[in-house]
Every structure is written in structure tokens, then in C-alpha cells.
């Protein structure tokens, strides 16, 4: 039997392609299911007709379906989550602050887990960072002085700032690359991760 409603064979391909783009992994049956407002054995049957019009293939079972546009993208490409706006003391990789996924070539950013973090306000533009810019950061609990960091402060919020010691005050102080913004001074830190590189548009 032929299924041959092409607005849910549409459908079902968008769904799946989207959610390939924004996370690097393929749905289940039941979030297909779920999404399209079918039973799962409906779906499957559906998933089947598709195979057979070459609209996607499987490779051993539902997790191994890939689609012609899946086929299109480099399989060595890391997926990065881009992190929007920080909540207090919510974790910086919580699903409520990521925006959206971005696919790199790992080749450009060498060994590493990362993320890329939306910069928002003006505390960097002496770094080159302006607001709305992406900053690439490599997940580490440490730092050297003078590095740009991801730091976790005492009051809970997030600052991307520069890292370094003072002795004589026997504290941490962050930095701003903003000369009408004064140094931040703290007991202690959570250091997140380091920026890397810089994502931004070129400003005609």
C-alpha cells in the first residue's frame, strides 16, 4: 500500500531535517509521531513509503534514517549550541538559554568541547567583541591571565570579561575591554570557559 498524502510525507521530512539542523540528532518515532499527530505504526508505514521513493534511507533501525539533505552536510562537523541570554543561576548549556545550534568544522578550532555564546552589551568592543556577536568558548575550568573567560561570579550571573589575579588585593578581578567600565573584583569564580574566536558580521 501506497501512502500518498504528500503533506505529511512533507511534513515528516521538515521535521526530521529540522531537528537533524538544530541538534545533530534524528527524532524518534514517537517525537515523529507526536509531531505530525499520527500513531507511530501509521508513521512507520510512512517512513517505509518514503524509503521506497528514495526520500530518505536506514541504516538499522529509526536512529539510522537519513534524509538527502542529511546526506548533503560534512560528517565531520562538530554541532555547537549558540547561548543566548544567561538566567541566574541557571546552568549556561540549560536548554532554556540555547538559541539555536551552529555545525563547525573542527579542523577550525582544533581539540576540545565548545560553545558559542551570544555577547550582549559593550563590556568587550576594545576586544574586538560588540554586542550580538558570537564568541566561540572552549568548555575549561581554568585559565591563564590575560585570557578572555566565561566566568560564573559569586552573585550567579554569567560575565565574558578578561581573567586576572591581584595579589595585593588577594582577589580575582575581571576585566572589561571598555574604558568606561571599571574592573570587577571577586573572592572567587567559576571559570566556564575561554574565548577562542570571534562569529561577527562586517560592518559596511
Do not use: W
Not at 61 to 77: S, V
Amino acid at each position: 500500500m501506497r501512502y500518498k498524502n504528500e503533506e505529511i510525507i512533507k511534513e515528516i521530512l521538515e521535521y526530521i531535517n529540522n531537528k537533524y539542523n538544530s541538534c545533530g540528532a534524528v527524532p524518534s518515532m514517537q517525537e515523529i509521531a507526536d509531531h505530525v499527530g499520527m500513531a507511530k505504526s501509521s508513521v512507520s508505514r510512512y517512513i517505509s513509503e518514503m524509503e521506497s521513493r528514495k526520500l530518505l534511507t536506514k541504516n538499522g533501525g529509526y536512529y539510522g534514517i537519513e534524509t538527502m539533505e542529511m546526506k548533503r552536510i560534512p560528517k565531520n562537523l562538530t554541532v555547537m549550541p549558540v547561548v543566548g541570554s544567561i538566567a541566574c543561576g541557571t546552568p549556561i548549556l540549560a536548554e532554556e538559554n540555547i538559541e539555536t545550534y551552529y555545525f563547525i568544522s573542527p579542523e577550525f578550532l582544533g581539540p576540545g568541547e565548545f560553545f558559542i555564546l551570544r555577547a550582549k552589551g559593550e563590556s568587550m568592543i576594545n576586544a574586538g567583541i560588540n554586542d550580538g556577536d558570537l564568541v566561540i568558548i572552549r568548555k575549561q575550568s581554568t585559565a591563564d591571565e590575560g585570557q578572555i573567560v566565561v566566568a560564573l561570579t559569586e552573585e550567579g550571573e554569567c560575565t565574558l570579561k578578561k581573567y586576572y589575579l591581584d595579589k595585593r588585593r588577594r582577589k580575582i578581578r575581571l576585566h572589561p575591554e571598555n574604558d568606561e567600565m571599571k574592573d570587577m573584583y571577586f573572592d572567587t569564580i567559576q571559570i566556564q570557559g575561554v574565548a577562542v574566536k570571534i562569529i561577527q558580521d562586517i560592518k559596511l
